[in-house]
């Protein structure tokens, strides 16, 4: 596993917004590179999706499927890695996917991605033609909800509620989409919370191969806060554990290695 510098596409960042409305705000990612509009409350995309987009092995002309892109912050990472990307977004909320729209806009990619406003268990219905082709990509990648219903207080934002449950077979359901999206040989790649990680690999044992786990700890010695697993549609190589990669060091200052990822748009390479 090795973290890569940004060789590629290097946008300038964008200039500030003007007037943005009282319910959003605007958010930089990437040391600047990136300003991304976000709900002030509600359901907030963080440096997650940005380890997750790092960790995607894309190469320049590849299409790329993002199953729940939100307001569109772990697209928007990977195109600023690499811009000569197609990403197709599902997003199931209309303010998040109007939201995501206007952000790859004022990042300069609104050619680049499309947003399909609907639910990401309806991606597999055949009877739907604006539904994204199976088998059809090469990378599918996602942020799942983290917390399953009835065993959390759901928060009193609407957004944020919805954004952060799951029932009990949805995440099972979450990857067979993405593995269906993919063709022979495509990555599906998710960032969750550590104790669901057996459930994860159950999940993918029968579909995957080539499977890496990696966990990001939020401080040396701590047990890791998240996991970043990611398969291989196809392959029969065996599992392997990652490292993993320490965010903070003494302080509240990002680790040279987290750094690499959060400020300089850098790869963290899997495989």
């Not at 268990?121 to 604006?130: N, Y």
């Not at 994204?132 to 399953?148: D, L, T």
Request: charged share 20%.
């Amino acid at each position: 596993m090795q973290l890569a510098t940004d060789t590629g596409f290097a946008p300038k960042a964008p200039p500030p917004a003007a007037g943005v409305p009282a319910s959003l705000t605007e958010d930089a990612f990437l040391g600047g590179r990136l300003r991304v509009l976000q709900p002030e409350k509600g359901y907030r995309a963080g440096i997650d999706a940005v380890f997750l987009a790092a960790s995607i092995p894309v190469a320049a002309g590849e299409t790329v499927f993002e199953a729940g892109i939100g307001v569109g912050v772990a697209s928007l990472c990977l195109l600023a890695r690499e811009n000569n990307l197609h990403v197709t977004g599902m997003e199931v909320n209309a303010r998040y996917s109007m939201m995501c729209e206007e952000n790859a806009k004022r990042n300069g990619f609104g050619n680049n991605l499309r947003v399909i406003h609907a639910d990401v268990k309806d991606a597999t219905r055949k009877d739907l033609a604006h539904m994204p082709q199976h088998g059809s990509f090469a990378h599918a990648f996602a942020n799942p909800p983290y917390y399953e219903d009835g065993k959390v207080t759901p928060s009193p934002s609407l957004l944020k509620a919805q954004a952060h449950s799951f029932g009990p077979d949805d995440l099972e359901l979450w990857i067979k989409i993405m593995y269906s999206m993919v063709t022979l040989r495509g990555t599906v790649t998710l960032i969750h919370k550590p104790e669901t990680l057996g459930k994860i690999l159950t999940c993918m044992e029968e579909k995957f191969g080539d499977i890496r786990v990696a966990p990001l700890y939020a401080r040396e010695g701590t047990a890791a806060s998240r996991v970043i697993v990611q398969g291989v549609r196809g392959s029969r190589a065996p599992m392997q554990l990652l490292p993993g990669l320490v965010l903070h060091g003494e302080g509240n200052a990002f680790t040279p290695d987290a750094d690499v990822v959060l400020r300089e748009g850098g790869a963290w390479r899997l495989r």
